[in-house]
């Protein structure tokens, strides 16, 4: 009897410590138009664009009717989660907030930003594979020039 105890207290604490040790899952954080300011870009400051902090980031401009972008996300997802700490992906609904939309000039979605550094960004349109934005990614953020 009491190696049974003994065993069940063994494997409850070992499937605790299995589950404790999981990560966390990465989300992926929404914009309005004060939260970016504080995050990626102080335009009321900074007229030129000059982002805020060091860490890549993405911005998927998108909206919610949209099904390229429905599509679009999870790819997203999984590439916050494999750089996660080495990138941040931000989304930005374009109907609640039509003027960081204008800022960028999207004119069409999905359509995602890259920010590398701080003075310049590249656009890229339309859904993307897995694949593709991995490609994007080395290509914008992890490449030596």
Sequence with gaps: MKKTIQLLLFCF????????????????VELNLKSFKQKVWNFDTDKTFKRVGKTPIILDFYATWCKPCKMLAPNLHAIQEKYNGKLIIYEIDIDKEPELAQRFNVSAIPNLIFIGNTTSYK???????????EKMVTKYFFTKK
């Design 13 to 28: 604490i070992a499937s605790y410590v299995a589950v404790a040790q999981k990560p966390a899952k990465v989300e992926i």
């Design 123 to 133: 656009t890229e349109l339309g859904y993307q594979e897995y694949e593709a934005l």
